[in-house]
């Protein structure tokens, strides 16, 4: 599996230097693969032996092996989605490239399902919806829009 892609799906279960680890991977992929660990280290204001750590955590044996694994992602995708843009939309930004930001995420998270999940597993899950007698949803703040919003989608023949 892409580097990137298992950095993202063990993100929400990432300590606080591990995370910032990941934030500076996941943004600056190409010109981290460049840096050395003590490089790494002092980029994402964390310690050498937390970038060594966190390589062995991701099953790498060590830092140059998750280089290389970034060489591979790269070569394999040199676009990836792998750059939330929330944070990179500014105050001053014109609505027109608010729009343009905002379908730009919604792409990029679109390619990582398809990353993360096989088109098996994807098959599967809409055949048990599809066969399912009842569907029960729950979400809170923003979530709680997206299950009323499967609710209205499940519901329209």
Known sequence: MNCLIRIRQRYPDLA???RKLADYLLAQPDTARHLSSQQLAAEAGVSQSSVVKFAQKL???????????LSEALASNPNPHSVPVHNQIRGDDPMR?????????NVAAMHATLDVNSEEKLLESVTMLRHARRIVTTGIG????????????????
């Not at 490239?97 to 995420?105: A, H, N, P, T, W």
């Open 59 to 69: 099953g790498f044996k060590g830092f140059p092996a998750l280089k290389l694994a």
């Open 16 to 18: 606080q230097s591990d």
């Open 97 to 105: 490239l608010v729009g343009e930001k905002l379908i730009k995420e």
């Open 142 to 157: 923003a979530s709680g829009l997206v299950a009323q919003n499967f609710c209205l989608e499940a519901t329209e023949d």
